[in-house]
Every structure is written in C-alpha cells, then in structure tokens.
C-alpha cells in the first residue's frame, strides 16, 4: 500500500514533464495511475469481502515509533476505490477542462499530490501518519481552491477553507494524541476493540470534542459549512473532486474509522445526530436559494455530510447499512453533476439556471450523463440513488426512539434533495433554448463527458443490480465500522413498506418544489433562511478574521516600533524576567565560587573582551562600535579554542567574520550615533544590559558547579569510529547521531532565508506619518535580520 | 562597491583561496576539525568578498546560480542521503559505506555523511548569499555603488 500512495505522488511530481511531452493528451495518460492504483486496491476485495484486513508497516524511523503502517479493512477499501477511481476520472477531466490554461502541469501536481494524501489518509493505520495525510490535504487543496490565484475571490475562498479545516486539524491533532494515550496504542487497527475502556476514560469526553471538531470543521458541518459553498471558486474539477470522493468526506471517514472506539455513547449519538440532522436539513433548503449550478451543488454536498453524520450518530445496523451505501451513491452523482456543470459552463459560458435550456441537441453526451445523475441524486428509481434514499428512511424506522424525528427530517431533506436533483439534472437540457449565450452551445470534447457518463452508468448499474456490491463491498465497509459483521441486502423494490410510502411522499412533495421552484426561492421564507443560515456564520468568520488581523496590526505598529534599540531592550527584559525570575521562583541561588588556576593569556584575554566592550559601548561611530564588538566576538572564539573545543572557535571564527561583513555592508550607510538620548533612557537601557550580565554570570556559575554527567558524552567518543566511522566526533554528532537534528536545523535556516527574501520583496508600506524615518527604520531592520541570523 | 584597491586586489588571490580552504574543511570534517556547516561559512564569505569587490550583479553571473536554487539543491542532497537508507531497507538517514579501490585515488572509504554534508554546506552558502542578495535588490547601492 506504501507503493500505491507514494506512486500517485510521484505522478506528480512527473506530471508537469508529461504535460510538457504530450499536451492535452497528458491527462489520458496521468489517469492510467489512479486507474492503476484502483485496480490493485479491487484485486484485495474478495479477500476484504471474506471478512479479512491487510495490515502493511514500514519502519523508516524505529526510534521515532511512528511507522508507516497501513491497515485496509473494509471501510478504507471502500474509500480508496472511490478516491483512485473517481481520481482517475477527474485527471482525464481535467486535461479537458484545463487544455487551454498554460499551468495544467503545475494543477496536476496539485491535484495528484490531493489524491496522495486522500488515499494516504484513508489507508493509514497509524495516527500521525493518518494526521499527516489529513493536513495535507487541507494544505492541497487550499493550493486547489486558489488555483485561479489572481482572483481576489478565489484566493479568500481557498483561505477561508485553509483557516476552517486548518484550525479543526488542530483541534483533531489534541484529539488523537490524548486518544492514543488514553488507549496505549498508536495504531488504529489496534484500538477497534478498546472502546468500553477509551469511553470508560475520564479524557473520553475531552477526546469526542477535539476530535469532532476536526471532523466537523473538514466535513463542513454546522456551523462550520460555509467554506464548502465559497470552495466552488476554485475549478469545475476541483470542486468534482474535493466534493464527491475526497477532502469533505475525510471528516466523515474519521467519524467511521472511530465509530468502534469512540461511538455507541448516548453523547455520541445525540451530537453527531443533531449537528448532523440540522446540517442536513439546513442545507437541503439552502441549496434552492441559488441558480447558479454549482452553488446548488455545492450546498447539496452539505447536505449529504450531514446525513452521512446523521446516520454514524444512530449507530444502529440499518443506519450503517444506509450510510455506506450513500456514500457510494453521492459519489458517483456527485462527481458526475459537477463535471457536467462544467461543461455545461463551457459550452455556454454560464452556469445560470435561469438562462438554460434546450441544450438537449447541443450537447448530447453531456446530456446523458448528467440526466442519469441528477436522477440518481433526486432518488428517482431504477437508479441507485433510490436504493440510498430507502435505507435511509429504513434506518430512521429502525430507530427506538426519536425515529419518527429522523424520518420527518430526513423527509424534508430529500424534498429539497428531489427538486434539486431535478433542477440540476433536467432543466438545463429540456425545454426552449432561452437566452442568448456567450457562447455557441457546443458539445464538450470526449475527455470532459466520459467523466460524467461513466459515474451516470454506474449509478444506473448498481441501481438495476445492487447485489453487485451489496455483499461484497458495502457489507465489509459496515463491518468495518461496526466491527461486527451483518449482511447488506440491498434491493430496488421490497413492496408497499413504509419506507417505500415515505419515497412516495418525498416524490410529490419533491415535485411540487420543482415545479414552483421559481416563486418559492424568491419568497420570504427562503431569504430568511439564507440570511440566518447561508451567510451569516460565514459573515461571522470574516468579520473575526478581520477583526483578528487589524488587532495584530494594532499590537505590532506599538511593539514594532522600528527602533531595533527597543526590540533588543524588549527581548533582553523578557529574558531578564521569565528566567530570573523562573530561576528566584525556584530558589535556587547560587554562591559563587571559583577554583582552580588562571593562567596569564585568560587574563589577557578577559582584559581585550572587556576592553572591546567599553569602546563600543563608548564610541559614537556605529562602524567603530561594530568593529569592537567583533574583537569581543574573536575573543571568546579564542577561550572555546583553548578551553579544547576548536571546531566550536571554528565556527564561531566564521561567523564572526560573516556577520561583520555583512554589517559593515549594511552599517557604513547609517547616520552615526547621536549619543543625545536622554539620561532616564540610558539608565534604562544600562539596567537591561548589567541584569542580563548578572543572569548570564549566575547561570555559568550554576553550571560549572554542577557536576557533569559523562554518561553520554562517554557513550558518543567511544561510539564515533566504531559505529559512524568517523574520529571527530563534534561532527559525528552532527551528521550521523543527530543527523535529524540537523536536517531539522537546515530546514529552518533555509525557511529563515526564505522568510528574508520574502520580506525584502514586500513592497515598502506608505505611511506619512513615519516617511521621514522609513529609510533609517528600513536599513536597520536589515541590519537586525542579518544579525540574528 | 567599496573602491579599495588593497582590498580588491587581496580579493583575487583569497577568494580561490577561500573556496579551497572550505572544500579542505568540508572533507576533513569527519576524522578532524571542520564539516560542511563550517565549510559552508567559509565559503559564504569567500563569496561576500567576492559581491564587496566585485559587486552583486558580476557575482550572480559568476555564481550561475540562484542562490535559492543552492537551498533546494542542499536540502534535497540532505533528504535524499536520508531516503538512500530507506531504500537499502535501513531506518531512514542511517549513513552507508563502502570501499572503493581506484587506480589513481588509492583506497577510498566513502560514507553517505559526505553528500549530508554537502547539503549542508550548500544550505548555509545559500542562506548567507540570498540575505546579500536580497538586501541589494531591496536597497540598490547598499552594497553596489
């Protein structure tokens, strides 16, 4: 399984080359992988089927005990086929969609990279593994969103999903950490049977909460939902992609994957169902304030999150049963309405409802596939939507209780599900030609309509055939999440049952909102929902991160002042009082006492760094003063070369020099100190500085008073030659025993550089008030960045 | 530019110079004092003398490269040495060995720490030159005149 996900990664890292080599046609060829990918996760399904999992561990790093293990039962299975097989569909798609933008190699990146990490995710057995994965995705598909990066839209929408989804991942990160602890155990699959103790565990509800938050804010629940509808901005694809098989459903996918250790509890099932109930309702409705295709889909999405959080929240057979049923069934209508919206947008240039029809002749594939979704998603039968629908409605007449409020709520829901469903797939193609387009209306090319066609088909299929999947597939997904396995039977007709009366009255009331769909998303009723529902968490959000940014600015204009004599007197006071004072908390005085011989060059040498400090303490010239404090420098380069330490007096040698290079460069252009501060100012600032002399002094002189231990240092010099092969052990350490370290620590100077270029890049703010000292404040903060690095 | 006739024509003779005695640092690091964080400073300054006398524009053509691309190209050698293991079923950034036996070098013992050295190396030279750089591009005629 290692291979399959790394492979997809190194699709990407391929694909802008592929693209270079074959053009349009690259997206056939890329598709072959996630093809690729989706057949060997197939092969394994008559062993999942049979009850089975596969567990693959790799140990990259033993000492860190986080191996990349992957676990498949059946719940991942059924994640992983959707992620590759629809993956594979959307690559293909996009070659199409994206022929004529001139960075389709760099959206392939992105979107294999999105694949990887979704299929990684689902896969993973270990929890940090699976965080990586879930974080990564975030991060691509914040890349994805922003993908149109010159819009100003685009660009709030990709941030909005990056701060929601970001900030649950981190809520989640808390969340699995105490999980982990709590059950002893990093891996998942080793933690399905803990769950009477993990819920017995006083952290348990500490643990529902951070790890529902991480679900929820990625899963776009209540009120987290507004990042999913603003997500559309990015491309058709994308949104194809992120709503149907990957991203919103990673959230879901948690819930399941956890459902063994953490569900089954009166708090479990009464947040999931609420949140989950109201999400689903909520946004059913929503979804008709719109004409805009995608927007209706988007908040359609919604919907389905919540009803898939609904039915984990009950818990019960018949709510699994229905909930991984309907998660194959969305997917496939899902992925196939937004494609087609795609080219619907392509071929007429707009995505209106309101301005389309007739586009039956026009565009006949398109048609097909995207009448056999929309049906599929209004439940209309044969199709397997139907089949979702009905064991829906089974599960909420299963229930003991509250049964008949899950069922009237999901009643109302696949209402509105119906009259969009129909809006969606039908009322685009039947009917006038009714506007005049931008565009010519004009069939898509063969790479953008066997996306939807396919997944049409496959609906139609599963719907004319469910016993296709209903034993194999969808039966070991459940006992996946339940652990406990039961048969899936699924069926298009069971008789007059009441499931099947509910269909009927969802059909005509679904109806009857097609039909007046005009008048009623006009009315006052939905221009109330939609304003306390629609926009206003969103509204909410951004008015917080506004808020939240000029607060920061507000905070930095008065800490940032730009006179770096006030950022040093900052950061040496914040020493001074967190460890001076952490250290007289801590009662620990120290007497100072010395032994041993001073010889005469320390004492020479004591005298030169003493001597170096008060020139440039005294002089007036700042070049002088930086030359002074270099003597101070070399002289300490000179104790740690004799005090046996000359790779350290290398260094610090080196940098000496680099630094006062780099400060002269940057100095020579400074006007000279004035030395006209008043006297209250240099007292303070000779306060600072004599304190932290103290501190500096005290803590030296607790130092050598402890005594050392050996033990390690013992260990790394007899090791050195015998295991890393090398006699300089300074450099041993850094290469080989703590090469991680390392590698950690060149990452960070390669960022920090980064992070200059960056800021020297940024264009200087205009401020009138400050234009006098702009410059001056400029050049030194140069001179603060060359320093401390 | 500083114009210092002392300082450019010492420039010439300790720049090569320079270059050398880092690489010499670089290769001696793993039996005696030295390695690539201090090889990579000694050749950042060999090539901060060089920007000081020659200036920033005839030391990007002489460089060749962006110093951007010398961070990439060092963390990538890092990783890379560190992924190596993985793929000769060790734990990741275990160091390999091995003995060459070359008509002309003599007996070689190689180590998969020297090419993590020179990641390193390449990190701090491009650290220290994309700082140069950048505060140039920022305030023109701060190192060039």
Redesign the interface.
Known sequence: MLVAVLSIFVGAALAPLLVRLLGRAAGWVLGLLPLGVFVYFAQTLPQIAHGESLRQTY?????LETPLSFYLDGLSLLFALLVTGIGALIVVYAGGYLAHHHQLGRFYVQLLSFMGAMLGLVVADNVFVFFIFFELTSLTSYLLIGFYHTEEGSRRAARKALIVTGGGGLALLGGLVLLGGVAGTWEFSRMLDLGASVQGHPYYLAIFILVCAGAFTKSAQFPFHFWLPAAMAGPTPVSAYLHSATMVKAGVFLLARLHPVLGGTALWTGTLGLFGGFTMLMSAWLALRYTDLKQILAYTTVMVLGLLTMLLGIGTEAAITAMVTFTVVHALYKGGLFMMAGNIDHGTGTRDLLELGGLWAAMPWTMAGGVATGLSMAGIPPLFGFIGKEVTYEAALHMHTWGLLVLVASVLANVALVGAGLLVGLTPFIGEVKGAFTRDPHEATPSMWVGPLILGIGGLAFGLYPSSIDHTLLQAAQAGILQESHEVHLALWHGITPAFIASLVTFALGGVVYAFWQGLRVSAFMEGVGAVFGWGPGEVFERGLYGGVHLSGAITRRVQNGQFRWYLCATFLSLLVLVGGGMLAGGGGAEFSFSGEIRYYEVALATLILLSIAAAVRTHDRFVAILALSVGGYGVALVYLLFGA??LA??QF??E??TL??LV??IV?LPGIQGDESIGVRLRDGLVAAGCGALLTTIMSVVIQTSLDLRVSDYLAQKSYTE?????I???I???FR??D??GE??V??I???G??V???MPRQKKPSLAAGT?VA??RS?AA??ET? | MFYSLILRVAARVLVPLLLLFSLF?LLR??????????GG??A??AF??YV?TAGVHESRRVLRVE??TL?GV??AL??GT?VLA?LFGK???T?L?VDLHLPVLGDL?L?S?LP??I??ML??V???L???F??E???PG??EE
Not at chain 1, 59 to 63: A, D, H, I, V
Not at chain 2, 30 to 36: S, V
């Open positions: 140990e990259w790093l033993p000492l000359p790779d290398m260094t080196a940098v020099t680099l290079i780099l460069i940057v252009h890393a092969e090398g006699h300089n300074v450099n041993v850094l290469v080989d090469g991680l390392t590698m060149i990452t100077l390669a920090a550089a980064i200059v270029y800021l020297m890049r410059s400029a050049s140069d960045e060359t690095d | 640092m690091g793993h039996n005696l004092p030295g390695g690539g964080f201090v400073l000694v950042a300054s901060v003398l000081l110093p951007h961070l060092g963390l890092a990783y560190g993985l734990p990741f950034l160091s060995w013992h180590g720490t993590f050295d990641g390193v990190v701090v491009g650290t220290a994309l700082m140069v950048s505060v591009d920022r305030l701060l190192v």
